[in-house]
C-alpha cells in the first residue's frame, strides 16, 4: 500500500515497523482464522533487488475479520519465488487478532538478521525475525509520518513494550 493512498472505511489494515539487512526478501504470512485467504505481508519494501531498509513502516489491508500470523517466508526478490518456511516462535504474534474496519492493527517493531557459519563441508544461513522494544506511543508516531493518511484511524499495537504483556493477561 501506498503512504498516499485513500482510507477505504470497510478494510482494516496490519502494520509494522521493520529493519533489516540488504539480502533476500521475508515476510508475515497472514491468514483468515477461518482458513480461507492468506496475505503476505513484506517486512520492509518489497521491490526487485534486495534493499536493506531502517525503521521502515509497511502496511497491507485486509477485510475485516479475525487472523493469525501462522508463519514468516523469505524469497527471492525478483521473482518472488518462497526459500524457506519458519514457524513464528513469539506466542503474543502466534495469537489470533481481530482486524476492524477503518482501523490499523500495528505488529510492533522488528529486526530482521541473518549471519552465516562458515563451516566443512557446508556453510549454514541463520535467519532471524526479533522483536525491539517500542512503545505503542513511538510506532504510533513513526507509522503517522509514513501514512498520514491512515494517522487518524483507531490504532492498537499488539507487540508493543506497553501493550504485549496486557495480550497475555488472563480475561
Same mark, same amino acid.
Given at each position: ?15 509494522? &515497523? ?17 482458513? !480461507? ?9 518489497? !521491490?526487485? #533487488? ?8 509497511? %502496511?497491507?489491508?485486509?477485510?475485516? !475479520? ?5 508463519? #514468516? ?8 519465488? %518462497? ?5 513464528? +516462535? ?8 481481530? %482486524? *476492524?474496519?477503518?482501523?490499523? /492493527?500495528? $505488529?510492533?517493531?522488528?529486526?530482521? /538478521?541473518?549471519?552465516?557459519? *562458515? ?7 541463520? &535467519? ?10 513511538? %510506532? ?5 509520518? +509514513?501514512?498520514?493518511? &491512515?494517522?487518524?484511524? +483507531?490504532?492498537?499495537?499488539? $507487540? ?5 504483556? $496486557?495480550? $497475555? +493477561?488472563?480475561?
Amino acid at each position: 500500500m501506498t503512504p498516499e493512498a485513500a482510507v477505504d472505511p470497510n478494510s482494516g489494515y496490519v502494520a509494522g &515497523l521493520f529493519t533489516r539487512m540488504k539480502a533476500r526478501g521475508f515476510a508475515f504470512v497472514i491468514r483468515a482464522a477461518d482458513g !480461507g485467504a492468506e496475505y503476505l505481508m513484506p517486512l520492509g519494501e518489497d !521491490g526487485n #533487488w534486495p534493499t536493506a531498509v531502517n525503521d521502515q513502516s509497511v %502496511v497491507i489491508k485486509l477485510p475485516p !475479520g479475525k487472523y493469525t500470523i501462522t508463519q #514468516w517466508i523469505t524469497y527471492a526478490t525478483l521473482t518472488k519465488e %518462497v526459500m524457506s518456511r519458519r514457524p513464528i +516462535a513469539n506466542p503474543v504474534l502466534g495469537q489470533p487478532f481481530t %482486524v *476492524n474496519a477503518g482501523c490499523v /492493527t500495528h $505488529l510492533g517493531s522488528y529486526d530482521v /538478521t541473518q549471519y552465516i557459519q *562458515n563451516g566443512f563441508p557446508t556453510t549454514t544461513t541463520h &535467519l532471524r525475525i526479533q522483536p525491539r522494544r517500542a512503545t505503542e506511543a513511538a %510506532v504510533k508516531q513513526t507509522f503517522g509520518a +509514513a501514512y498520514p493518511n &491512515l494517522s487518524k484511524q +483507531a490504532f492498537r499495537c499488539l $507487540l508493543c513494550s506497553d501493550t504485549a504483556q $496486557l495480550m $497475555l +493477561a488472563p480475561s
